[in-house]
């Protein structure tokens, strides 16, 4: 059973301030996936990572995808409010998109 | 807005009846991938549909079952409910089962049993 470990399980923190979330798991995926959910709706994707050390950038976002593709991580710059949700990393293997979700990361970012 | 659409959205039954989720995709897309997501958790895969035939099937007991229509709509079908079968479900379409094809999720069915 391939597992996909996410840390810390929550965060709170005052806007302004950088985090890191991590995805950990001791399978090899072919891409990583990063999404976030917020309370009554479904999860939005935010990037896909698909090459071992790969990093992308979506504006204060900062995704990357470990060497090994086991492991990836989600720097946030300067947090806000509307930062605020359930991040959850998801990965797939072959070449499908049946994805094996993390445990999930639940953030909240307050004035 | 991602064009999926789920009903209902809550519904409560009770322990060893039968619940039927629906899920409506996005124009154009023929896959449909149906997922649970219990509280404070991530989603588990349960199965996925493309083209009317079961693609892949999770770690779920044979009382979850499922089907897509001619429009690519599915059903999420389970039998016997039990306690643990509380949840939030999910259904995401997708043009296509490749890993470069972009899952867009529902706002989900929220299921409690009593």
């Known amino acids: 059973t391939q597992l996909l470990e996410q840390s810390p399980q929550f965060l709170s923190i005052q806007e302004g301030e950088n985090l890191t979330v991590y995805c950990n798991s001791s399978?090899?995926?072919?891409?990583l996936q990063w999404y976030r959910q917020e309370p009554g709706e479904g999860p939005v994707l935010l990037v896909t990572?698909?090459?071992?050390?790969e990093v992308k950038k979506l504006k204060r976002l900062t995704f990357q995808f470990g060497d090994a593709r086991k492991d990836s991580s989600l720097h946030i710059t300067a947090a806000q409010p509307g930062d605020t949700g359930l991040y959850l990393c998801?990965?797939?293997?072959?070449?499908?998109?049946?994805?094996?979700f993390g445990t999930g990361t639940q953030l909240k970012v307050e004035l | 807005e991602t064009g999926v659409t789920q009903s209902p959205t809550h519904l409560i039954k009770t322990r060893g009846q039968q619940v039927t989720l629906r899920c409506s995709s996005q124009?154009?897309?023929?896959?449909v991938s149906w997922y649970q997501q219990a509280l404070g958790q991530g989603p588990q895969f349960i199965f996925q549909?493309?083209?009317?035939?079961?693609?892949g099937r999770g770690n779920f007991p044979p009382r979850f079952s499922g089907l897509q229509f001619p429009n690519y709509s599915s059903e999420l079908n389970v039998n016997a409910l039990e306690l643990d079968d509380s949840a939030l479900y999910l259904c995401a379409s997708s043009y296509g089962q490749g890993r470069q094809e972009k899952l867009f999720f529902g706002s989900g069915t929220q299921l409690s049993v009593l």
């Open positions: 124009s154009g897309h023929n896959t």
């Open positions: 399978s090899v995926f072919s891409s």
């Open positions: 998801a990965g797939s293997t072959g070449g499908g998109n049946k994805l094996t």
């Open positions: 990572v698909v090459t071992g050390g």
């Open positions: 549909y493309y083209r009317e035939e079961e693609n």
